[in-house]
């Protein structure tokens, strides 16, 4: 019979049991939603879960007059934005498939 993690936690063999949920021993999760960002003193933004710890940073290096050398403060908050919107998207349920 072949091994399906499921993506959560421990490996099962074989098809689940009728009437259980598939995913009965789901971890809590280690980064708590919302995510926030935040723009600190130096040149970047940080991105941290709900319980304060700081899950990313997204640096700003914008020198434009000698060429591209990095993001722009812009471009740098957008992703850090699109970063901590990231808890909410994976919460929705996928469409439906148009097949």
């Known amino acids: 019979m072949p091994v399906d993690g499921g993506g959560y936690g421990p490996a099962t ?3 689940p049991i009728r009437g259980l949920p598939m995913r009965m021993n789901k971890p809590p999760r ?3 939603p919302p ?3 935040q723009k600190t003193e130096g040149s970047h933004f940080k ?6 710890f700081a ?3 997204v640096y700003v290096k914008d020198n434009r007059a000698g060429g591209y050398d990095g993001l722009t403060e812009d471009e740098a908050r957008r992703i850090a934005v699109n970063i901590a919107k990231l808890p909410a998207l994976l919460q929705e349920k996928p469409l439906p498939s148009d097949t």
Do not use: E, H, N, T
Not at 47 to 52: H, Q
């Open 30 to 32: 280690r980064f708590p």
């Open 47 to 52: 991105i941290s879960d709900a319980s304060g």
């Open 13 to 15: 063999v074989g098809p």
């Open 55 to 57: 899950l990313a940073y």
């Open 35 to 37: 995510w926030s960002v």
